[in-house]
């Protein structure tokens, strides 16, 4: 079975800097997607960003690009969300997620699994 452990949210004021982290283990196979969902009680889930294992392609949602950042660490299921110039509206629960599936727009649709997500607040 793939566990993912995330860590690193936390309270931040608008403008500031929070990075996220997640380790993924238990892959059978070399090529995966690792990345991140957010959701907010009474909306849908959100998918913030993701990066592809082999190529390194990465994804970014709407509202979040050009402000966050996802990079792997020195091996491939870690994975990093730097998040700056917060705002109010990126509070939530963070949940960070693998996909056997490529990386790409559809994320996190295909999503095999994710973990037990980490709170974010962004005060105003």
């Known amino acids: 079975d793939v566990q993912l452990q995330a860590s690193g949210g936390g309270l931040a004021q608008t403008g500031g800097s929070l990075r996220l982290a997640c380790v993924a283990n238990g892959f059978t196979f070399d090529e995966f997607a690792l990345g991140w969902f957010r959701q907010v009680p009474g909306k849908e889930r959100e998918g913030v960003s993701c990066?592809?294992?082999?190529?390194?392609?990465?994804y970014y949602g709407d509202a979040v690009k050009g402000r966050f950042a996802i990079f792997s660490g020195n091996t491939k299921n870690v994975v990093y969300l730097q998040m700056n110039r917060l705002k109010p509206e990126d509070t939530g629960v963070y949940y960070c997620?693998?996909?056997?599936?490529?990386?790409?727009?559809?994320?996190?649709?295909?999503?095999?699994?994710w973990g037990q997500g980490t709170l974010v607040t962004v005060s105003s």
């Open positions: 997620a693998a996909s056997a599936e490529s990386c790409d727009s559809a994320w996190p649709e295909y999503a095999d699994a």
């Open positions: 990066i592809n294992s082999l190529t390194s392609t990465t």
